[in-house]
């Protein structure tokens, strides 16, 4: 390889290589969660191979790569310079990322000016986000899921029904970087950077999922809804095993900045309570909205998505995050249960584990940790096994089997988290040990045994999930005026 750069004629981002002689038989980018084949051109003295640095997932728009480090895989064929390790580049900065090549590595990092990221540059932002003369607030919300790792959850289904019954509502939604792809009509704005920084401090409402990250001082005329992301079975925030004077103040300073909580039932509603020291303030009981979608959605749209055949049984394995661990657990070999079952299986890492983790592949396994709405692969799986994940009251809804896979109750329950009630006696499907139990449970055990359990964890956990919780929660939104219809 003779030449490389980081943008075509037209500014588009992709990485060009170019070349004398044989060209190279393939070109590929192959990341943790994304990769991109090149496109090649030339047959005589010279080669090109143009690499897109943007790519479609799961049937969704063109969107940039997203953030981390991308291995330039090169099968040379017949070209004897195709040394992707000969290569390198400057950081370049493009419109909708920012990439650098070097000793065949591309790194690709979102949008934002360095000094926005780090030392006097992100002090300086902060401050003025914090003393500066504060701009008026617009007709605007700002959400935020996960951290910006995804635009979903409850979030997403407030959003979309904001969007239908107040269109004159501005929506900004706060993400890691341009490859989280937001709903129509809304605005992305890249976490760190100037235009996050401003629609974090001029919106009216903010409605988020989790913590609110980095600095935050709330606006006169300011409102925060805290729509949580799961009804809890393991111990959460002052509940947590062990005393930490700091985790306390943590908790406390957090959730004061909430002006409501939202809850999917009585039952999360007690406990988050009393987990955050959230008192004297609303707690809106109205059903979860991200679970709206699990009353009219059959899962076929997301099947075809998926490219799974019809009639296919489908699997979803999808555990919560550990407090040792970064990666998904690996408790299960999703090739070996496809196998047992006759099934496709999903695997669904936890939003912890999106960046630190690397999808897993295998004959009929599909690694959804990066699909953008759990509730509609939950609509498309005939069965769910999970461990200790929320997910577990969300699924409920459906009334399809379900199966708990947990080799490390003893250690997850005593040590690591502990739980808010008994497991094993609530359970509504098998609680197994090991892959060779789930797998005996998957083909011999009947659901239908579990149906009088399954209706008492439907009564206590999802009372309000008739799939109008959207409608509800916006309809306070607008009647307490913390946005207008606009």
Known sequence: MTDARLFDDAGIPVLE?????????????????ARSRARLHGRGRTWRAVVPLHA??????????????????????????????????????????????????????????????AGEGRAAIERRYATGRAEPLENAVFFESFYGRTAGCNPLAI??????????????????????????????????????WRARGVSRLLVVNDWLRRRFVRRRGQTVLQTWHGTPLKRLALHRPGFDPRRALAVARESRRWNVL?????????????????????????GYPRDDALQRDDGLETRRRLGIRPGERVLLYAPT??????????????????????????????????HPGSDVDGPRVIDVTGYPDTARLLAAADALITDYSSVMFDFAITGKPMYFLVPDLERYRGEMRGFYFDLLELAPGPVVRSQGDLERALAEVDPSIFTERYTRWQRLFAPRDDGRAAERVVARILDQGFVDRG
């Open 17 to 33: 290589l170019s070349g004398e002689g044989p060209r190279p038989a393939s070109v590929e980018l192959v990341g943790a969660r």
């Open 262 to 286: 939202l809850a999917q039932s009585p039952y999360a509603a007690r406990v988050l309570r009393k987990a955050y020291a959230f008192l004297g303030r609303p707690v809106w009981v109205e």
């Open 56 to 117: 479609a997932r799961w049937g969704g728009p063109e969107l940039p790569l997203p953030t981390g480090r991308y291995r330039l895989q090169v099968d040379g064929g017949e070209a004897t310079d195709a040394d992707p390790s000969a290569l390198h580049l400057p950081d370049t900065a493009l419109t909708s990322l920012r990439a650098s090549l070097a000793d065949g590595v591309v790194g690709i990092t979102a949008p934002v000016d360095p000094v926005y990221l």
């Open 159 to 196: 959003d979309r029904e904001l969007a239908r019954v107040a269109p004159g509502v501005t929506r900004y939604w706060s993400v890691v970087d341009l490859s989280v792809e937001v709903p129509e009509g809304a605005v992305a704005v890249v976490e760190g950077s100037p235009e996050w």
């Open 321 to 354: 995050w550990r407090d040792d661990r970064e990666k998904i657990v690996d408790f299960v070999d999703p090739a070996a249960l496809a196998l047992s079952a006759d099934a496709v299986v999903l695997v669904r890492g936890h939003t912890r584990t999106l």
